[in-house]
């Protein structure tokens, strides 16, 4: 559907960690950077499995994650499951997100129309 233009972006859920044994974090997004054909790509971040693992109870993980993705050509940004998450500030993420990551506002994306 991307490569022939039907749809204006990409959202793939990328709900692993770093390093996992099946679905490493690093791979799916170098992956999608490789297949967006043209669209805009936002990566879906699993906020939602703060402390569900070791993986998830390190504190860096999710930063990290952040900073993969705004490395990472052909990816315009990032989206986070669910919000009610982020109500309850797990491991202090939403205070580094609001004071760190995102203390000025997201631009309007440009939309990359295909002919």
Not at 24 to 38: A, C, R, V
Not at 43 to 69: F, K, V
Not at 87 to 95: C, H, L, R, V
Request: proline share 6%.
């Amino acid at each position: 559907m991307a490569e022939k233009g039907w749809i204006d972006y990409v959202a793939p859920q990328l709900y692993w960690e770093f390093g996992h044994r099946v679905a490493p974090f690093e791979t799916l997004l170098n992956w999608w950077s490789k297949h967006t054909y043209g669209r805009n790509c936002y990566i879906g971040l699993g906020i939602y499995r703060a402390n569900s693992n070791a993986a998830w109870r390190d504190n860096t993980q999710l930063p990290r994650q952040i900073e993969a993705i705004r490395n990472t050509p052909n990816i315009q940004g990032m989206a986070f499951y669910s919000s009610s998450i982020l109500m309850k500030n797990p491991k202090g993420w939403s205070d580094s997100l609001r004071l760190n990551y995102f203390k000025e506002p997201a631009a309007l994306p440009v939309m990359n129309w295909l002919k």
